[in-house]
């Protein structure tokens, strides 16, 4: 494995925005350089719920997928509004009108964790919004046939979204139910991952949508084991998932963390988040291998766990504050990218609160998986100054985009082998409170980076919510 983390090579990457030719670089058809340029912004809700709760916003987190899509030349977003009433809005992809229908559904606490994710099953046309929970019971909506295949012929109102259920159609998963996330598979159906459990006792798992009914696929990581450090041991944790993306081969990748529920392991830390760690399926998510093709568990009845072999490609201790659940993104070649964030250790060996550490601290990090196999890491040289999460995008060139806390916008070239990365949008004064939520389907449709933010308020005053869209090459 080779890493690339040394303060040499990472004051390299500072310098090289003038660098196209590296030894190594990934060569693209036009080698097109990255940019952004912003398109135009749209107001979706002048008066948005607000309140902050685990240092992040309901209708603002980096990890819904999705809180913003595109699909069939429409593009969808879902929010709460001051009313704690669920909404979806649509418009046509290059128009400022959005068209909102109320989903059916209030939000059940101030908790930021309880976000609305929205999916879209291939085979019939549908929406799936899958809402409202953290370690709890969760709110589900499955629209009629049709209305996402093809949006011009329903109207846009409340009776086409069907009725809030509390399982997928009578199949009820878990009780403990939290991070909702959609992907779609090579060949149409539908997956949601989430998470069964707790923080730090929970198992990632996966249900499927043939286009007529649901299946619970089951647990794919354990919460057993035990993990050790020179301070102490934990015998429970969680996987935290960076994402799902299906490459060009068909397979499914994901990058995670792992949480230890026993503070123990760490020197006094609040976070105990550690190792970031990779895995991948060629069967739809039913078995899983590391990095070098080594089986390491089986969905639903040998789940992997925080010992099996290979699965850490940047290892880290517990006591940097890494951040979970950040992003990944899968290039035209298949190969697997990454971008994660902790306090480095030239800033101190313990980091004891997280939040002001970040805010203090962080640096974002992008690793990737190069043709041979080898992995390299790289950190992006711009503070987050922020405890939130970054999201990675790749163009149609590959070049990397990570869109940072505030809405800031930095970028490396695919043709430098990802090493020139600056600052190409400071965030435009946008009063963005932190994390946005970025329309990952967009990107592949028209070039379109779009993410949704919400503007910084105090207390629980309601605050504006908006969509901002920049052209990326194409």
């Given at each position: ?48 719920i607000?309140f ?14 999705n809180?913003l ?25 290059d ?10 559904h209030?939000?059940s606490s101030d908790n ?5 994710s ?14 409202d ?8 909506v ?10 011009t ?12 259920q ?6 009820a998963?878990?009780s403990?139910?939290?991070y909702?996330?959609?992907?779609v ?10 998470r069964?459990?707790v ?6 798992a ?13 647990h ?9 450090t ?10 935290y ?8 081969d068909?397979a ?20 105990t ?16 291998t ?19 072999a ?14 979970n ?17 902790y ?7 313990c ?9 203090a ?23 987050m ?5 970054s ?17 800031r ?16 949008y ?38 504006p919510?908006h969509?901002?869209d ?5």
């Open positions: 494995m080779s890493l690339v983390p040394s303060r040499r090579t990472l004051v390299a990457g500072a310098l090289g925005a003038a660098l196209t030719g590296l030894p190594g670089a990934r060569a693209t058809a036009s080698a097109a350089a990255p940019s952004v340029t912003l398109r135009g912004t749209t107001l979706l809700d002048p008066a948005a607000y902050v709760s685990y240092d992040g916003l309901v209708n603002n987190n980096a990890f819904q997928k809180g899509l595109t699909h069939a030349g429409h593009q969808y977003a879902v929010w709460y509004t001051a009313d704690r009433n669920a909404l979806i809005a649509r418009r046509a992809k128009s400022s009108n959005w068209e909102t229908a109320r989903i059916g209030t939000l930021s964790h309880n976000v609305i929205a999916g879209v099953s291939p085979s019939d046309g549908r929406l799936h919004l899958v809402m929970a953290h370690s709890s019971g969760y709110f589900y499955k629209s009629g046939a049709g209305l996402m295949s093809s949006p012929s329903h109207a846009w109102n409340p009776s086409v979204l069907g009725p809030v509390r399982s997928l159609d009578g199949t998963l878990t403990a139910f939290t909702p996330q959609f992907v598979a090579p060949d149409g159906r539908l997956q949601l991952s989430y069964a459990g923080s730090g006792n929970g198992q990632a996966l249900a499927e949508y043939d286009g007529d009914r649901w299946s619970d696929l089951g794919w990581s354990a919460a057993s084991g035990a993990y050790t020179s301070r102490g041991t934990s015998t429970a944790r969680n996987l998932l960076h994402g799902l993306d299906y490459g060009a068909g499914l990748h994901v990058f995670g963390t792992w949480r230890e529920q026993n503070g123990a392991v760490t020197c006094g830390a609040d976070l988040n550690h190792d970031t760690v990779y895995v991948r399926s060629a069967d739809r998510g039913r078995t899983w590391n990095a070098a093709g080594a089986r390491v568990g089986s969905t639903g009845s040998a789940p992997l766990g925080v010992n099996a290979g699965l850490v490609v940047d290892p880290l201790g517990p006591d940097h504050a890494l951040m659940q950040e992003s990944q993104a899968v290039d035209s070649g298949g190969l697997p990218h990454a971008l994660i964030s306090v480095p250790g030239r800033f101190g060996q980091v004891t609160d997280y939040v002001s550490g970040r805010v601290y962080a640096r974002p990090f992008h690793i990737h998986r190069d043709s041979s196999g080898a992995w390299h890491k790289r950190e992006v040289p711009i503070a100054n922020s405890s939130q999460r999201q990675l995008v790749l163009d149609a060139h590959d070049n990397a985009y990570a869109v940072m806390p505030y809405g916008i930095a970028a490396a070239s695919a043709a430098s082998g990802w090493s020139d990365w600056s600052l190409l400071d965030g435009g004064g946008r009063r963005a409170f932190g994390e946005v939520v970025v329309d990952r389907t967009r990107v592949a449709v028209d070039g379109v980076l779009s993410f949704l933010y919400q503007e910084r308020s105090s207390g629980t005053t309601p605050s919510l969509v901002a920049f052209q990326l090459p194409r």
